[in-house]
């Protein structure tokens, strides 16, 4: 199973930058897609995921009512849309695949077994 991030770039503040991350490869069911994100010299946190069969949904704080995450299970596509972009949301953007831990889980890193390699967001001040 692959995941390829897409949709990263250089935005001013204040702009909006839509992710998307396709999963490849042999069949799978995921529970849930997450995404995080990393900044230089810091660890990786949490952005948002979403529940594959339920649609449901949670967000960081520091993202929330700016964030959106949906996605398309037939097409194994997860999609976050970034609004109101500001600096501190520079980072490194990683989707991931649950297929085993659970909702409970959601916002923990390992909980994840698959991941993409990351796509870069730059937000200018």
């Known amino acids: 199973v692959q995941l390829v991030e897409s949709g990263g770039g250089l935005v001013q503040a204040g702009g909006s930058l839509r992710l998307s991350c396709a999963a490849s490869?042999?069949?799978?069911?995921?529970?849930?897609v997450g995404w995080f994100r990393q900044a230089p010299g810091k660890e990786r946190e949490f952005v948002a995921a979403i529940m594959s069969d339920s649609g449901d949904t949670d967000y960081a704080d520091s993202v929330k009512g700016r964030f959106t995450i949906s996605r398309d299970n037939a097409k194994n596509t997860g999609y976050l849309e970034m609004n109101n972009l500001k600096s501190e949301d520079t980072a490194t953007y990683y989707c991931?695949?649950?297929?085993?831990?659970?909702?409970?889980?959601?916002?923990?890193?390992?909980?994840?077994?698959?991941w993409g390699q990351g796509t870069q967001v730059t937000v200018s001040s």
């Open positions: 991931a695949a649950d297929v085993s831990s659970g909702w409970g889980s959601r916002r923990v890193v390992h909980a994840y077994a698959y």
């Open positions: 490869g042999r069949a799978f069911s995921w529970i849930a």
